[in-house]
């Protein structure tokens, strides 16, 4: 089953000790080989690559560490899809209607197109979401 669709800032409390929370374990306590969740395709696993690279540039981990939890990050049971009409009309317009990225509208777009709810930590994007009728991962309904 599919559980949500998780962004970078979401998964990095699965990086970070101090980022840790109880719904991301929740989450990572639920994945196995019929649950999983669901990425934008190549944008989550560049975000993962750029967060881990400025961990390592502020010394927050070490390369072997950066690289050994990006491979933890992989092997999680996820499912990469393409976002919406590839970057198109649907993308722009989440970007003007909620003042996003386009990586965030990116993760909203796919949220919409799977009916998930989304898993963030990221406020702006959270605040979105519910604007957009998307329900947020592990919140109350």
Request: proline share 3%; aromatic share 6%; hydrophobic share 50%.
């Amino acid at each position: 089953m599919r559980l949500c669709v998780v962004d970078c800032s979401f998964a990095m409390a699965w990086v970070f000790e101090d980022e840790r929370n109880a719904l991301a374990e929740s989450l990572l306590d639920q994945l196995d080989a019929e649950h999983s969740f669901v990425v934008p395709a190549v944008l989550w696993g560049l975000e993962v690559r750029n967060t881990l690279r400025s961990a390592v540039r502020r010394q927050r981990l070490t390369t072997a560490d950066a690289d050994g939890r990006r491979r933890a990050l992989a092997e999680l049971p996820k499912l990469a899809v393409t976002c919406p009409n590839g970057l198109g009309d649907v993308i722009d317009e989440l970007v003007r209607n909620h003042d996003l990225t386009s990586y965030d509208a990116a993760y909203l777009a796919v949220a919409i197109e799977h009916d998930l709810p989304l898993a963030t930590a990221d406020a702006a994007l959270a605040r979105a979401a519910k604007t957009a009728g998307v329900a947020l991962y592990g919140a109350a309904t």
